[in-house]
Every structure is written in structure tokens, then in C-alpha cells.
């Protein structure tokens, strides 16, 4: 699992992740209460046109995936490795239509061996083995089938459709969805529904929401300035983990409902150091992104508004956090709705050396974010801690707490060429943890191969050992 990044962080809003567990190959991010936004995304590629990219232009014929969950019968079925090849259906230019095909390569083998084992000691021929293998391959089971359209309806406008089925046992339904996507000069304005929509929660849990729909007007994410953001987010039926028939209790944010939100943000920047060696004219850059060293710091602040109709309107406290202090709330039971506001803010520093232009080692990059996602927590805890100092008195491990922010770090070393190496880590902080009050958590292994004809592209393969995902992936535009 790997969240999308684009334009060099210029959004703080969660943004779509990558996950291969359904065709469709994203996830929505379930934020941290009162924060239920997750339809800001950048301009990417539907997964139906990543893999026809492959094909066509990097002669790979068979896209691999991996993912950890498996069946609930127990045997065997769903997740596993898999292979993905698409067939695009010639129409017009403005028109582009597709039948996305996987085949579930882990559980072809597994069955074939327990064939093996079910026949072990009588004789066999290597007809007889061949018939069986065929007869295997002609299992439904195996299959997954995934059509798109997608509709070039003005140069402004793009309308998509998808409907995926699943005859294997990991999706007993089928899931579709539909986006209208219109491009102001200032602004995106996305229409969506899903059903069902899948989301992802902070402990990296699928959920999937029968119904879910949302329209979204947001300012184009810039690199400095003012931004902000209105979305209006409906919720139909009761959300249930993806894949299991166990009854838990879904994060506030999925449950049916009706909510608006308003958001706003102003982010600077100011660079440290910017090399000024000039660039080698016989080399052009392998991204045009990182072409250039420099030292960098930014940093975000915003405010969130959200008015919440239904059951979806009732926020539990933060975890470890007894005084409430996530965010300003307000629920009227009596007509089943709430209001919510907080503020936000995120500091990042980056750190690059080298071009990207030489073929060894001319490429390295660091990255450090941290995030404050609940304004009034910290705020909360800074007053506490500042008032226990002056004082003379020492302050709680809850204070501090209160003022620790979310940690990101992120390291790219060019290997050869276009090839580079990349990893990324969360860290989180437990105080109340005194044997190991920092861990390390949702690292992401990747190597990228950066596509010097488009300017600022590159494929993704990437691998989260929490999650167990593997993925192959198009990315434009990130950093």
C-alpha cells in the first residue's frame, strides 16, 4: 500500500492509495475524525491505462501484483500473486474502452499441487497432467474481469465508467463506479460514486461502504499561496471490514450519512541552498523534478470545517486522549447531526544532491515531514507544557504527548541510470511506551524507473511488508 503523492506535496489532504486487492487498484483514505476528506487527487492514470502503457511501450506483456488477504473459506482462493494484462477495444480517439483481465497465478499452482498430492502414488502420464492443468485453467475461479470506459466528453471534461467482477471467492459482489471530472481554470471539479467504496483506515484495514458518493470542488494545489476546498460526502448502508464476515466497528466517518466540509490551507516555501553548477548539456535529466540540488523547508497550515447529517455525525474522543481535545465538536442528538472544526498544519523539510543526469550515483534525496493533524490537541499541549515550565514544574507525559506530530521519512538513491532506490517510513511516537516509545511503522520498499521521454515520469514497483503488497504502478508529476 502506497499513498499517491503529487506535485511535491503541494496538497496536505489525504489523498488516494495504491493497494492491489481490487481491480481498480485504489483505496480511499480514512482521515483522523474530524477530517473525513479523501477525494483530493492528482491527475493519474486508471489502472487500465497503466497497464496498456506497460504494454505498449515498456514490452511488458503480464503486470504482477501481490496482496496478502485471502479467502475466508479457507482455501486457498483470493490474494496471492496475480497477473494482469488489458485489452483496449479500438474506438474513437476521445473514446477509450477496456477489458481488464488477472489471472490468480498462487492459487492456479496450489491447486495443481494439490492435485499432485490427491494423485500421488497411482500413475500418471504427461497427457494426463496436461489435461489436469487444463482443466484447472478453465476454472472461473482463477479469473477476475474488469471493464472500463472512459469518455473525453469536452476537452474539459472526462466522464468514467467501471464495472469489475470477481468469480473467485475473495469478492462474492461486483464492484462499479462512475467519475465526472470538469477542469475549471482555477479549479477540479470531481463527481463520484462508488458501490461499494473501499476505504483504508490508519492501521491499513479495508472497508467497504455500500454506497458512497461525494462531489468535490477544490483550487489546483500550487506550490505556495492560499488553497482550499468543498466536498460533499453521502454515505449509504452499514460499512463492513473488506473480506470478512466478522462484525467490528467501523471508523465514524463511514457510517451512512450526509457531510459537508469545508477546508482551507496557505503553504509557503523557502529554499536554504540551490546549487549552481550548471547541468551537463550532453545529458538531458532523467525527471526534470529533481534536476536541480538544493536544501528546502515548507510548511502548511490550515483549518478544517465539517457539518455532519446521520449517524455519521457522532465522533468518538481520540484514543489516549481523556480530555476530548481532538477538535471543537458539537452533537444535537435531537436531529442527528454534528459540527466539527480543528486546524492543521505540516512542516517538511528536503534535502537533494546531484542532477539525475550522470549514470552512477548522481541522485540523492531526503525527505522529513511532520505532520500536526489536530491544531487544538497541540495547542492544548503546548500551553500545558509551557505553563508546567515556567512554573518549575515538570511537565506530563500526556502534555507531551499532546505535541508530538506524525513522522515521515523518505530516502532515493539513483542506482544506475534511470533506476533508483527508494524507501519510506512513518515513525510513531509513544511516550507512554517506556521500553520502545519510537517505532518504526508502514515502510514501503520501491524501485523506480524513471521515464526521461515524458519529463517527469516513472514505474513504480513497490513493496510494503506490513501490508505484504506488491505493486506495479505509472506515477507522473511526484516527487
Given at each position: 500500500?502506497?499513498?499517491?503523492?503529487?506535485?511535491?506535496?503541494?496538497?496536505?489532504?489525504?489523498?488516494?492509495?495504491?493497494?492491489?486487492?481490487?481491480?481498480?487498484?485504489?483505496?480511499?483514505?480514512?482521515?483522523?475524525?474530524?477530517l473525513?476528506?479523501?477525494?483530493?487527487r492528482?491527475?493519474?492514470?486508471?489502472?487500465?491505462?497503466?497497464?496498456?502503457?506497460?504494454?505498449?511501450?515498456?514490452?511488458?506483456?503480464?503486470?504482477?501484483?501481490?496482496?496478502?488477504?485471502?479467502?475466508?473459506?479457507?482455501?486457498?482462493?483470493?490474494?496471492?500473486?496475480?497477473?494482469?494484462?488489458?485489452?483496449?477495444?479500438?474506438?474513437?480517439?476521445?473514446?477509450?474502452?477496456s477489458?481488464?483481465?488477472?489471472?490468480?497465478v498462487?492459487?492456479?499452482?496450489?491447486?495443481?499441487?494439490?492435485?499432485?498430492?490427491?494423485?500421488?502414488?497411482?500413475?500418471?502420464?504427461?497427457?494426463?497432467?496436461?489435461?489436469?492443468?487444463?482443466?484447472?485453467?478453465?476454472?472461473?475461479?482463477?479469473?477476475?474481469?474488469?471493464f472500463?470506459?472512459?469518455?473525453?466528453?469536452?476537452?474539459?471534461?472526462?466522464?468514467?465508467?467501471?464495472?469489475?467482477?470477481?468469480?473467485?471467492?475473495?469478492?462474492?459482489?461486483?464492484?462499479?463506479?462512475?467519475?465526472?471530472?470538469?477542469?475549471?481554470?482555477?479549479?477540479?471539479?470531481?463527481?463520484?460514486?462508488?458501490?461499494?467504496?473501499?476505504?483504508?483506515?490508519?492501521?491499513?484495514?479495508?472497508?467497504?461502504v455500500?454506497?458512497?458518493?461525494?462531489?468535490?470542488?477544490?483550487?489546483?494545489?500550487?506550490?505556495?499561496?492560499?488553497?482550499?476546498?468543498?466536498?460533499?460526502?453521502?454515505?449509504?448502508?452499514?460499512?463492513?471490514?473488506?473480506?470478512?464476515?466478522t462484525?467490528?466497528?467501523?471508523?465514524?466517518?463511514?457510517?451512512?450519512?450526509?457531510?459537508?466540509?469545508?477546508?482551507?490551507?496557505?503553504?509557503?516555501?523557502?529554499?536554504?541552498?540551490?546549487g549552481?553548477?550548471?547541468?551537463?548539456e550532453?545529458?538531458?535529466?532523467?525527471?526534470?523534478?529533481?534536476?536541480?540540488?538544493?536544501?528546502?523547508?515548507?510548511?502548511?497550515?490550515?483549518?478544517?470545517?465539517?457539518a455532519?447529517?446521520?449517524?455519521?455525525s457522532?465522533?468518538?474522543?481520540?484514543?489516549?486522549?481523556?480530555?476530548?481535545?481532538?477538535?471543537?465538536?458539537?452533537?444535537?442528538?435531537?436531529?442527528?447531526?454534528?459540527?466539527?472544526?480543528?486546524?492543521?498544519?505540516?512542516?517538511?523539510?528536503?534535502?537533494?544532491?546531484?542532477?539525475?543526469?550522470?549514470?552512477l550515483?548522481?541522485?540523492?534525496?531526503?525527505?522529513?515531514?511532520?505532520?500536526?493533524?489536530?491544531g487544538?490537541?497541540?495547542?492544548?499541549?503546548?500551553?500545558?507544557?509551557?505553563?508546567?515550565?515556567?512554573?518549575?514544574?515538570?511537565?506530563?507525559?500526556?502534555?507531551?504527548?499532546?505535541?508530538?506530530?506524525?513522522?515521515?521519512?523518505?530516502?532515493?538513491?539513483?542506482?544506475?541510470?534511470p533506476?533508483?532506490?527508494?524507501?519510506?517510513?512513518?515513525?510513531?511516537?509513544?511516550?507512554?511506551?517506556?521500553?520502545?516509545?519510537?517505532?518504526?511503522?508502514?515502510?514501503?520498499?520501491?524501485?523506480?524507473?524513471?521515464?526521461?521521454?515524458?519529463?517527469?515520469?516513472?514505474?513504480?514497483?513497490?513493496?510494503?511488508?506490513?501490508?505484504?503488497?506488491?505493486m506495479?504502478?505509472?506515477?507522473?508529476?511526484?516527487?
Open positions: 500500500m502506497n499513498r499517491l503523492r503529487w506535485v511535491a506535496e503541494g496538497d496536505i489532504w489525504d489523498l488516494d492509495m495504491s493497494t492491489p486487492v481490487t481491480l481498480e487498484a485504489t483505496a480511499r483514505a480514512v482521515s483522523d475524525d474530524p473525513p476528506l479523501g477525494l483530493s492528482g491527475t493519474h492514470l486508471s489502472r487500465s491505462k497503466q497497464v496498456e502503457f506497460f504494454h505498449r511501450f515498456m514490452a511488458t506483456p503480464l503486470i504482477p501484483s501481490f496482496s496478502s488477504i485471502r479467502s475466508n473459506t479457507g482455501d486457498g482462493g483470493g490474494g496471492g500473486f496475480s497477473l494482469q494484462r488489458v485489452l483496449t477495444l479500438p474506438f474513437s480517439n476521445n473514446w477509450f474502452v477489458l481488464l483481465g488477472q489471472f490468480d498462487q492459487r492456479f499452482v496450489s491447486e495443481i499441487k494439490k492435485n499432485e498430492a490427491f494423485g500421488r502414488g497411482s500413475s500418471s502420464t504427461a497427457a494426463s497432467r496436461l489435461n489436469a492443468i487444463g482443466k484447472h485453467l478453465k476454472d472461473k475461479s482463477l479469473y477476475a474481469l474488469g472500463c470506459s472512459e469518455l473525453l466528453l469536452t476537452p474539459d471534461d472526462t466522464l468514467l465508467l467501471s464495472y469489475d467482477t470477481y468469480k473467485g471467492d475473495l469478492q462474492k459482489n461486483p464492484r462499479a463506479k462512475a467519475i465526472f471530472n470538469h477542469k475549471f481554470p482555477l479549479h477540479n471539479l470531481t463527481a463520484e460514486a462508488f458501490w461499494p467504496g473501499l476505504f483504508v483506515d490508519k492501521h491499513g484495514d479495508y472497508w467497504d455500500p454506497l458512497s458518493m461525494a462531489i468535490d470542488l477544490a483550487s489546483l494545489p500550487a506550490e505556495s499561496g492560499l488553497s482550499y476546498h468543498l466536498c460533499l460526502h453521502h454515505n449509504s448502508g452499514s460499512p463492513k471490514k473488506f473480506n470478512s464476515d462484525m467490528e466497528v467501523p471508523p465514524p466517518s463511514l457510517l451512512p450519512g450526509l457531510s459537508l466540509i469545508s477546508a482551507v490551507s496557505y503553504r509557503t516555501n523557502m529554499d536554504l541552498w540551490r549552481t553548477t550548471p547541468k551537463l550532453t545529458y538531458k535529466p532523467f525527471d526534470i523534478f529533481l534536476s536541480s540540488p538544493h536544501v528546502a523547508v515548507s510548511g502548511i497550515i490550515g483549518s478544517v470545517l465539517t455532519a447529517f446521520g449517524e455519521n457522532i465522533r468518538s474522543k481520540f484514543e489516549n486522549d481523556s480530555e476530548g481535545v481532538g477538535g471543537f465538536s458539537l452533537h444535537v442528538p435531537s436531529v442527528n447531526s454534528g459540527f466539527m472544526a480543528d486546524a492543521l498544519g505540516r512542516a517538511s523539510l528536503t534535502a537533494q544532491y546531484g542532477n539525475f543526469q550522470k549514470p550515483f548522481d541522485l540523492t534525496r531526503f525527505h522529513a515531514r511532520l505532520d500536526f493533524p489536530h487544538l490537541r497541540f495547542l492544548t499541549g503546548a500551553t500545558s507544557v509551557a505553563q508546567d515550565l515556567l512554573n518549575s514544574r515538570q511537565p506530563s507525559l500526556e502534555a507531551f504527548q499532546k505535541i508530538c506530530p506524525e513522522v515521515l521519512v523518505s530516502l532515493q538513491q539513483q542506482i544506475v541510470g533506476f533508483s532506490f527508494k524507501v519510506e517510513s512513518g515513525i510513531q511516537i509513544d511516550l507512554k511506551n517506556g521500553l520502545n516509545p519510537v517505532t518504526i511503522d508502514k515502510t514501503v520498499f520501491a524501485i523506480e524507473y524513471a521515464l526521461q521521454v515524458l519529463a517527469s515520469a516513472k514505474a513504480v514497483a513497490w513493496y510494503s511488508p506490513q501490508q505484504k503488497e506488491f506495479v504502478e505509472l506515477r507522473f508529476f511526484e516527487t
